[in-house]
């Protein structure tokens, strides 16, 4: 069983950054992939990120390539999403999940309580 604990959401202005951070509750968190969705009010809960068990290997959704940037540190059982030059439209709800394979799509089998990022224009 893996659990998971975003922080870091919040209010920022357009143009802005924040860090989101998901520490796990695991003894082999290397044994996992992890990734950030995000899901807006009315919308299906979409992919971000995705980095695989040894940060290798990243993967973005198109809509944040070259602004957001995954990574993790496995001595710290944490992953983080950094954000920059946020836009409106990045407005939502962040969630972490990890699953023993490393996909863009959502059969994660663990996932946080999300984290409320909103940024105003």
């Known amino acids: 069983q893996v659990q998971l604990e975003e922080s870091g959401g919040g209010l920022v202005q357009a143009g802005g950054s924040l860090r989101l951070s998901c520490a796990a509750s695991?003894?082999?968190?290397?044994?996992?992939?992890m990734a950030w969705f995000r899901q807006a009010p009315g919308k299906e809960r979409d992919f971000v990120a995705a980095?695989?068990?040894?940060?290798?290997?990243?993967y973005y959704a198109d809509s944040v390539k070259g602004r957001f940037t995954i990574s993790r540190d496995n001595a710290k059982n944490t992953v983080y999403l950094q954000m920059s030059n946020l836009k409106p439209e990045d407005t939502a709800v962040y969630y972490c999940?990890?699953?023993?394979?490393?996909?863009?799509?959502?059969?994660?089998?663990?996932w946080g309580q999300g984290t409320q990022v909103t940024v105003s224009s």
């Open positions: 980095i695989n068990w040894s940060g290798r290997n990243t």
């Open positions: 695991v003894r082999t968190f290397i044994n996992y992939a």
């Open positions: 999940a990890a699953d023993r394979r490393v996909r863009e799509t959502k059969e994660y089998d663990f």
